[in-house]
């Protein structure tokens, strides 16, 4: 089964920039659909965004659309969200997640924090 392991993660200021990373496991990276989502301080845990398999489509949350960029190097097994114009409301745990055959497989996600 695959394995997920954010990083990536810190603390910066709003404006600023971060790039997560996701390392998978496994030799079938490529054959999986990926998304990112992310769950603040004392609330439910939301969709960031996906990536298809071959990383020609892509899908956003309005919260973050035109700032943040989901990518993937299937061949470095790894999926990657490249978040520009952090705002304080981005602060969360960041978790990259894959559903093969329909079942969730979550990282154990990273920590970003954005200050004023």
């Known amino acids: 089964q695959v394995q997920l392991a954010e990083s990536g993660g810190g603390l910066v200021q709003a404006g600023g920039s971060l790039r997560l990373s996701c390392a998978a496991s496994g030799r079938t990276f490529s054959s999986y659909v990926m998304r990112w989502f992310r769950q603040a301080p004392g609330k439910e845990r939301e969709f960031v965004a996906r990536?298809?398999?071959?990383?020609?489509?892509?899908v956003y949350a309005d919260s973050v659309k035109g700032r943040f960029t989901i990518s993937r190097d299937n061949a470095k097994n790894t999926l990657y969200l490249q978040m520009n114009s952090l705002k304080v409301e981005d602060t969360a745990v960041y978790y990259c997640n894959t559903f093969p055959d329909g079942m969730n497989v979550w990282g154990k996600g990273t920590l970003v924090t954005v200050s004023s």
């Open positions: 990536i298809s398999r071959d990383g020609g489509s892509t």
